[in-house]
């Protein structure tokens, strides 16, 4: 019996370790892309956040709908001479495949459209751009806010990480 209470200790210190353990470790998918282009990808001037501005809840008379249209420039550098290829938008997005959001949780985000401001940009799509002559080229998106669902409407901040990729293969 003297063993047994002995040896509790012992025990309870290796089920706490284990634990720690478990809480230490975390799994990561890394992503990448090889590319046979020499293009160098600017957005939005160099800055890391497009205020799309602010908006009264009345403004979303409908679900998924785009409301704002700031301009979002891209700009393509030292690519080939009139190279083609395609910029892709990339982001965390719900079912619909085209609001961008901090997380799939949340009841608003953000939507873009391509350059002729009619079509509505969706995950991880191929827009095809070719560079002009000296390999450069200029693309504007229109970013806005738009809600999942207008009789859920949360008033606060939002944010959406996206990524902006130039692919030519």
Do not use: H, W
């Not at 395609?86 to 939507?111: H, I, R």
């Amino acid at each position: 019996m003297k063993r047994i209470i002995a040896l509790a200790p012992v025990a309870l210190i290796m089920g706490l370790t284990g634990n720690v353990q478990a809480a230490t470790q975390a799994d990561v998918q890394l992503q990448g892309t090889i590319v046979d282009t020499t293009c160098e990808v600017t957005a939005n001037n160099g800055a890391a956040t497009l205020n799309v501005g602010s908006f009264s809840k009345t403004a979303f008379d409908a679900a998924k709908k785009q409301i704002g249209q700031e301009p979002l420039t891209v700009s393509l550098t030292n690519c080939s001479e009139e190279e083609a290829g395609a910029l892709q938008v990339t982001g965390v997005v719900g079912t619909e495949n085209s609001m961008f959001l901090s997380d799939t949780a949340k009841s608003a985000g953000f939507m873009l459209k391509q350059s002729d401001n009619t079509t509505q940009v969706t995950n991880n799509t191929s827009i095809p751009v070719v560079a002009d002559e000296n390999g450069a080229l200029t693309y504007t998106f229109t970013a806005g806010m738009a809600v999942m669902d207008t009789a859920n409407i949360e008033p606060g901040a939002y944010t959406a990480p996206i990524k902006i990729s130039y692919v030519n293969n």
